[in-house]
């Protein structure tokens, strides 16, 4: 871990080689791993994702301290309205619309046009995402205003409370007006687009993205959008860590009374965390329909939060570097288990002893509370000097041992 060393305000020569050095990795690392199966850079995708969402949990949970059991629930917000914007499903909305209130619905109908109501609405992902951003953030918002003045337990109670309202939500939301075709979820939406170029790939092509005259397999085309939109995010978060929010954020989280008594709007900085935090996990779940091209009820169940809780907690709370390692961890180590297990057994004892999935479930289970047992504070705490003064001017003076009067 001293190999990678981020601290670019302590030791910049050190920092920036480090992340060269891991740049240029990730970006070779699909060609590499496209040898042995699209299924491995498949899995790294799903990784980015889940990076994505853990670093927008970390603005609640890192920075605010503000446990969050329901962050789940702003991931199926972006990923619903991408699947109603972006896919025949607004067709099966006016249709119920026009069952249920007839006048209401061929006035939308006469609005929007026959093709709408035949096909659907199908908007450029790129219009959708920050659409999705502004919606998970007012949810977020919607959220945090009724639990201000809760902490710790009833506050996890709280949000883990609408997470599961979300997802019944969307669960039943299917009559009398048809917005998330109920627990048969939401199918057929449109592949991400960049310069009329779908990284699904164009039919005929055996799912490979052609440009110019180079192709390259769909998984390796969304490796390299979702890498991109996290180093997005890893950027926008460091910066907002040490901007004069993030500082306010991390006052709250170390005494709330002492913040509120140093001049700090509390109600505003805890909305603003819950807001930002919820906009990630919109994008991600705007991303992860696109990549999907289905979503369901059953992809955002209450384990899913608290899978991406346990990713900022083991990698290190707070601290960006932790959390993408804790990501990485709890996100592809699990499904490369699902691949290597069985092929294991089978080599060792000629048999299949434990099922993958069990065994998989066991391994994830024991390594969660072995890491918190020997290493409580994560995999990779955050640094000491990180919140403490670090120039001689923020030092007090010492004390020349005069009184004055």
């Not at 992340?19 to 791993?33: D, E, H, N, R, W």
């Not at 006035?107 to 093709?115: H, K, N, R, Y």
């Not at 990779?380 to 001017?393: C, G, K, L, V, Y």
Request: proline fraction near 5%.
């Amino acid at each position: 871990m001293a190999l990678l060393n981020f601290d670019v305000q302590h030791k910049p020569r050190q920092a920036y080689a480090s992340m060269a050095v891991v740049l240029i990795g990730l970006l070779i690392f699909p060609f590499v791993a496209a040898q042995y199966g699209n299924s491995w850079v498949r899995i790294i995708d799903m990784a980015l994702l889940y990076i994505m969402l853990a670093l927008g949990l970390n603005i609640v949970v890192g920075f605010a301290g503000l446990l969050d059991l329901g962050y789940i629930a702003f991931f199926a917000v972006g990923a619903y309205l991408t699947g109603l914007l972006a896919s025949p499903q607004f067709a099966a909305l006016l249709e119920s619309v026009v069952n249920q209130y007839p006048v209401f619905g061929e006035a939308l109908v006469a609005l929007m046009g026959p093709e709408i109501r035949d096909n659907g609405i199908h908007l450029s992902v790129w219009l959708i995402v920050p659409l999705a951003a502004a919606v998970a953030g007012f949810f977020g918002a919607l959220l945090g205003a009724p639990t201000l003045k809760l902490r710790g337990d009833y506050l996890a109670i709280v949000t883990l409370g609408f997470g599961e309202i979300i997802r019944i939500f969307m669960n039943n939301l299917n009559e009398p007006i048809n917005f998330t075709n109920g627990p048969q979820g939401i199918n057929l939406i449109d592949p991400i687009r960049i310069f009329g170029v779908s990284l699904a790939g164009e039919p005929g092509s055996r799912a490979n993205v052609i440009l110019g005259g180079y192709s390259m397999p769909s998984v390796n085309a969304y490796y390299f959008l979702f890498l991109f939109l996290c180093i997005a995010i890893v950027f926008v978060t460091a910066r907002l860590q040490h901007s004069r929010l993030g500082r306010a954020w991390v006052a709250i989280r170390e005494d709330e009374i002492a913040a509120k008594a140093m001049g700090i709007n509390t109600r505003n900085v805890k909305l603003l965390a819950f807001t930002m935090g919820a906009s990630f996990g919109g994008v991600a779940g705007a991303m992860f329909a696109s990549f999907q091209g289905f979503v369901s009820p059953e992809s955002f169940a209450l384990t899913e939060s608290i899978a991406v809780l346990a990713m900022v907690v083991l990698g290190g709370i707070g601290h960006i570097p932790g959390v993408i390692m804790g990501g990485v961890l709890l996100a592809a180590l699990p499904e490369v288990l699902r691949h290597v297990v069985e092929p294991a057994q089978q080599m060792l004892f000629g048999k299949v002893l434990i099922e993958a999935e069990v065994l998989r479930q066991l391994l994830y289970g024991l390594a969660m509370v072995l890491i918190m047992l020997n290493r409580p504070a994560g995999l990779w705490p955050a640094p000491m000097h990180e919140d403490r003064p670090d120039s001689d001017t923020d030092k007090p003076e010492p004390s020349s041992g005069v009184i004055a009067a």
